[in-house]
């Protein structure tokens, strides 16, 4: 693997390669098989099921684990995470984390390679990636996982697990189970996930000054098993839960939470204290803020109709 170039410094351009393109509309467009099965719901829950699981996959495994390693865990379920963030169909662990390491570095800035603010809405949510200069990766923004010669080979061939999971959905359920549990799930499942570098970037609420355009969105979060805390997860992102409060959904926390309760994981790192007073202050000065403009606002609307009571 050549690693001379550092890929996130490459000139990125705004048109994806034609052929690129074809490819990858081509398998969204398997979503369109949907209509070759009648609905019922227990195909629904295939692609529940299947959606989540490898959601799963994706924030607790490629983002949370191997991106920023805010947990521990031994070598054998260190690789069934890479596995089920594989069959995601997102491409290898390997180059996803040394990429998204790099997005943390130069977050919304020209050297972004995602950013909605620098490169367009589209641009950030899918078609960086059809880049055929980010098809490779630097091993040294990922020295702690590259080490690891089954996290190589899987990063490799990372098209095995999607393959596997396809295969085994048709074999237990046939058509329709490919149908809905790989075709229309993955569907969702992309899109879904890519919302966090292109909608959370530009809808939502802003706590921290995390010098970019990072904001929580509570629909996000639900949608990605809390993925959608972004603004506090680019405030401090050694944190295994991205929903800091109780009030803030985290689904991908509270089964690392579970998992932690059996010593399958361990280690689970939270955000110091300073950070959560912060982030209670913060929301405290916001309220008041808009407290404030409220009782402005009435006091101006009122004042017209007390200068003419007066003026009579």
Avoid at 53 to 75: N, Q
Avoid at 175 to 191: E, Q
Wanted: net charge positive; charged share 20%.
């Amino acid at each position: 693997m050549d690693t001379s170039q550092t890929m996130v410094e490459s000139v990125v351009k705004h048109k994806a390669p034609f052929l690129f393109l074809i490819l990858f509309f081509m398998i969204q467009a398997t979503v369109l098989t949907v209509f070759t099965v009648p609905f019922t719901w227990e195909l629904f829950w295939v692609a529940v099921v299947s959606y989540f699981v490898r959601m799963f996959g994706i924030t607790a495994a490629y983002h949370r684990y191997f991106s920023h390693a805010t947990f521990k865990t031994s070598r054998v379920f260190q690789f069934v995470l890479a596995y089920i963030g594989s069959m995601s169909m997102q491409k290898g662990v390997l180059w996803w984390a040394a990429h998204h390491r790099n997005h943390h570095k130069y977050s919304d800035t020209d050297k972004d390679i995602h950013s909605p603010s620098k490169k367009g809405f589209w641009y950030s949510h899918m078609f960086w990636f059809l880049r055929d200069e980010y098809n490779d990766f630097e091993t040294k923004l990922i020295p702690d996982f590259y080490k690891y010669p089954e996290l190589r080979w899987l990063d490799r061939n990372h098209w095995i697990a999607p393959l596997s999971l396809a295969i085994g959905l048709y074999l237990v359920g046939g058509w329709a189970w490919l149908v809905y549990g790989y075709a229309v799930a993955t569907f969702f499942l992309g899109h879904a996930t890519w919302t966090i570098n292109s909608l959370s970037h530009v809808y939502g609420s802003v706590r921290y000054d995390s010098r970019d355009t990072s904001k929580n969105n509570f629909f996000l979060a639900l949608l990605t098993m809390g993925e959608g805390w972004h603004n506090n997860h680019h405030y401090y992102c050694s944190s295994v839960n991205q929903g800091f409060y109780w009030y803030e959904v985290d689904m991908s926390y509270y089964i690392l939470k579970l998992l932690s309760l059996f010593g399958i994981v361990w280690d689970l790192k939270k955000p110091p204290v300073k950070v959560l007073e912060e982030g209670l202050r913060r929301d405290y000065e916001k309220k008041q803020t808009k407290k404030a403009s409220v009782v402005e606002k009435k006091i101006k609307q009122n004042a017209p109709a007390s200068n003419a009571v007066a003026a009579m």
